[in-house]
């Protein structure tokens, strides 16, 4: 403990909160597959505005020729080998894209990927 928060009445409720959130994460030291020191996920942050979709994806130790990307435009897949793991990320679209206007770019273990949005569905008159 802390000398900081030995007073704090609500400490062992927040451990136990984190402990909790570290096993539905896969945060604590269980969830690491191959003992690397890398986590079993795959941290990828998901940017939207009005007319794009971006991606942010950290791939450390990962070569620019190691990965593979696919989409389906409502599922980014994100496949990966690095020396020490394999990344396969399957990451769920916030919204629906054209898969054929990605593109994607590659720097000291960052991969972003940008998508623009499909528009609304078109309205079908009946005659």
Known sequence: MRGDDRDDPFGDIFDEIERM?????????N??????????????????????VRLVADLPGVEKDAIELKCDGKTLTISATSPHREYDERVRLPARVDEHSASATFNNGILEVTVDKVGDSAAIDVE
């Open 21 to 29: 959130m570290n096993e539905m994460t896969g945060a604590n030291s």
């Open 31 to 52: 969830a690491m597959s191959d003992g690397s020191g890398f986590a079993s996920e795959t941290h990828v942050d998901i940017y939207e505005d009005d007319e794009e």
